[in-house]
């Protein structure tokens, strides 16, 4: 079981939206697509779907050409789409149709995710007090987080082998968010290959395995999001004090005298760049010193955020490159 | 053509059929135009047998208090009967007065002018005058003083009782029966036979009749309403497809050749049924109604023998040149639906189809006028076999039974074919521009859009 993207390439006219994009997923896990806005993820996502056409490249799955449409994928689009005055069990009904799934199943899978998803009320309203069942609502009646619902539904109502989720939680509530997770976690028990796109980095972090990081049409970073992040090493230091204008200063006047960059400052936090675990240490040894009284002093990996912004937006040195650096540096001094 | 491009179109059909028919507003205009269909020959059979009741004119009271019969011809000599518009009830007490008039009078002009200053003083008099026009035909007038309290229904209904008198007389004077007097009403052409090597003979009409004409007009009409209501429909939903973003949902299952078809052919269906069953409710209604008054009213009110030529044959192929038409037609409007973003730009994108259908139901109209006077005018044949006018003019003419049969054949294969191209043609517009977001598509820039389509190698 594995699925290939090999060398896929889409430009409009002069401009190259996806250049040369590989990814490889040796078997069910979660994928994540990374990338700004107009990155090129959206328009991989189509090709790899086959609903728009690659100037070159070729899609694997199990290791035949990927063709989509006899295959049982689920969508969901970062566009979301539904026919606002039609009833909405008449689309599901019809996704679920076009996707090969009888009647009688789409229908038992609509009450079974309507439920899930909490849902009922709007497809199943219960009838009142006269016994009378009131009309189903239309999806230009519901609000836009239970319309994004819908749409998972139907991602999901053919119980599809293969799914992508582009922007599964943009712009839903906290509430919902978390019953999307539950979902997507369900849905990766089940064994299933999942490519999810999203901006938001914690989500990513939270699900995916493997990540691509794109930007204007380039693959920027690729790889096991573990391993990446070992790759930079442990060299982002948070730091909170006792809260005190005199202390701050001192911590400050300690912080230059360790030769630390601060990153970030908060009101009573520190988040500082070191080179390594040892100059971490050195460091606290020093607050120690000077008896400062320390709330938090946590040594981690950067984030898949800072990375993502290093990559697309700024630069952050691996420890390797920054080893590299301060040994040059160090044979600059010398000579 | 793959048979993969049209997998799945049977769901979209049947989709697409579903929610036509619970369209609110596909279902009140469906109501209205059945009700009208169920509804016209009743009320029109019986304004038709009121005024028949009634006489032609409705008349609760006559104003007349005399008619004066001024005979310049001699007619009444003759036997004509100038009292006989008493047979109408509401003329029946109404005095007849002969005027003696000498038909041989050379001053029969000033006679006249004298007379009439009489009738000038007598406001409540009619004067019924029979000369002859300046084509020595006989003419009847009703005349009445300007200022008269005669009105005009009434003069009308005597004149018109006169001339159905007349015609009468003509008949008993001739001494011709029933049936020869029904020949002689009978509006004749003049048809030019062939004969075959075999002694057979082959008609070679010249041109159709003005009933005929109006037949063809008739149908032309519907036909073109049909196919622009279908049309905009098929136009309204793929537009809606696009701008409610469910076609990228859609295309991970299915086809753009397949979404189309299936589409546009539910929408074929629905207006077909519509328009049968409302010619199907119209002829029950009009054998209940006949049933009902002894009158088949459509019989009696279309030219005799109009449809002689009509058999299962001719309905058929009348019936698959419409669905091909409005195919064609539900098509174009495709390609102007898959060419906008918004649903506020479709308005303006369907120009594209109103030309076509502006363009073709003229050219069919003008050719249907030109039939009047040659079968065999270039501007018949172009017509006939353009597809965007064909729809139009073809199936009158099969009903009524004109045109050879290989022109048929090869208009209807030419608007066949026409189908097909302009299917896959919409179908690649289609898939290049459905997920086309940007600036309303203009149609020089289709072409940059299919060719970039067409680079691509298929996902």
């Known amino acids: 079981m594995s699925f290939v993207v090999k060398d896929l390439v889409k430009s409009y006219g002069e401009k190259v939206v996806v250049d040369h994009l590989n990814l490889e997923m040796d078997g069910p896990g979660v994928y994540a697509l990374l990338g700004t806005n107009g990155a090129g993820k959206t328009t991989s996502l189509r090709m790899i779907l086959g609903m728009l056409q690659k ?44 996707k090969g799934v009888s009647r009688s199943d789409a229908m038992k899978r609509i009450k079974h995710w309507s439920n899930r998803l909490e849902l009922d009320e709007y497809l199943f309203p219960p009838k009142n007090s006269k016994g009378r069942a009131p009309k189903p609502k239309l999806a230009d009646q519901l609000s836009k987080g239970n319309q994004q619902k819908i749409q998972l539904m139907a991602a999901l109502i053919s119980d599809p082998e293969f799914i992508i989720l582009d922007e599964p939680m943009s712009g839903l509530d906290p509430v919902n968010t978390d019953l999307f997770k539950e979902v997507i976690r369900e849905e990766i028990a ?20 493997d990540i691509t990081i794109m930007d204007h049409g380039k693959t920027v970073l690729q790889g096991n999001l573990n391993e990446i992040k070992k790759g930079y090493g442990r060299v982002n230091l948070f730091v909170k004090c006792e809260s005190n204008g005199v202390m701050n200063d001192s911590i400050e006047g300690l912080i230059d005298e360790a030769g630390l960059t601060i990153v970030e400052k908060l009101p009573s936090e ?29 040594l981690r990996e950067p984030s898949l955020h800072e990375i993502f912004v290093e990559k697309v937006g700024g630069y952050i040195p691996t420890a390797e490159e920054k080893e590299a650096e301060a040994a040059a540096k160090e044979k600059e001094g010398e000579e | ?55 032609e004119y409705h008349i609760e009271k006559v ?29 029946k007490d109404l005095p007849v007065v002969p005027v003696n008039v000498n038909p041989l009078s050379e001053t029969r002009e000033q006679e006249w002018k004298d007379f009439t200053k009489k009738v000038d003083e007598e406001p409540k008099s009619i004067v019924i005058h029979i000369r002859l026009d300046a084509t020595h035909s006989f003419s009847f007038d009703v005349v009445r003083a300007i200022e008269s309290d005669v009105t005009k229904k009434e003069c009308e209904y005597i004149g018109s009782l006169l001339v159905e008198e007349f015609n009468e007389f003509k008949y008993k004077a001739t001494n011709f029966g029933e049936e020869q007097q029904k020949a002689l009403d009978t509006t004749y052409e003049v048809t030019g036979l062939l004969e075959e090597k075999d002694g057979t003979f082959v008609t070679e009409k010249a041109h159709i009749s003005t009933a005929k004409y109006w037949v063809v007009y008739g149908v032309l009409f519907v036909v073109m309403m049909v196919c622009i209501t279908g049309a905009m429909q098929i136009a309204t939903a793929v537009a809606m497809d696009k701008s409610s973003k469910v076609m990228e949902y859609m295309l991970t299952s299915i086809r753009p050749m397949a979404l189309i078809f299936g589409k546009v052919l539910a929408q074929v269906v629905s207006v077909i049924i519509q328009m049968g069953v409302s010619f199907g409710l119209a002829l029950l209604s009009n054998f209940v109604t006949g049933q009902v008054t002894g009158n088949n009213y459509l019989q009696t009110k279309l030219p005799a023998g109009i449809f002689s030529s009509l058999n299962p044959l001719n309905i058929a192929l009348a ?33 594209l189809l109103t030309m076509t259908n502006i363009i073709g139901s003229y050219l069919a109209l003008f050719a249907a006028m030109a039939m009047q006077k040659s079968l065999t005018s270039p501007l018949f044949y172009a017509a006939v076999l353009i597809p965007i006018s064909s729809p139009f003019l073809l199936p009158g003419v099969v009903l009524i039974g004109e045109g050879a049969w290989w022109i048929k054949l090869l208009s209807l294969a030419i608007l066949f074919v026409m189908d097909v191209i302009i299917l896959f043609t919409s179908a690649r517009v289609y898939e290049a521009l459905l997920l086309y977001n940007g600036n309303k598509i203009k149609l020089k820039d289709l072409k940059k859009f299919l060719k970039e389509a067409k680079g691509g190698k298929a996902a």
């Open chain 1, 55 to 98: 100037d070159s490249g070729e899609v694997f799955y199990n290791g035949q050409p990927m063709d989509p449409k006899s295959m049982n994928i689920g969508y969901l689009a970062e566009e979301r789409g539904l026919y606002p005055k039609y009833s909405l069990i008449d689309q599901l009904l019809y996704f679920a149709r076009l």
């Open chain 1, 190 to 209: 089940k064994n299933k290959y999942v490519i999810m796109s999203s901006h938001q980095m914690p989500t990513i972090e939270e699900f995916c395995t």
């Open chain 1, 270 to 298: 520190y988040h500082i760049r070191v080179s390594g675990e040892a100059q971490a240490m050195e460091f606290l040894r020093l607050l120690i010193d000077q008896n400062i009284n320390i709330i938090r002093f946590e």
């Open chain 2, 63 to 91: 104003n007349a208090d005399k008619v004066y019969v001024y005979d310049e011809i001699g007619l009444t000599l003759m036997g004509f009967d100038t009292t006989a518009f008493k047979k109408a009830e509401v003329f």
């Open chain 2, 319 to 351: 019936l698959v040149v419409i669905a091909l038409g409005v195919m064609l037609y539900g098509f174009i409007a495709g390609l102007c639906g898959a060419m906008v973003t918004k649903m506020e730009e479709l308005q303006e994108s369907v120009s």
């Open chain 2, 1 to 55: 053509m793959r048979k993969s491009e049209f997998r799945g179109w049977t769901e979209v059909f049947r989709f697409t059929f579903i929610q036509t028919w619970k369209n609110r507003s596909f279902l009140i205009f469906m109501i209205i135009s059945w009700v009208v269909c169920m509804l016209a020959v009743p009320v029109l059979s019986a304004i038709s047998s009121s005024k028949k009741d009634t006489g």
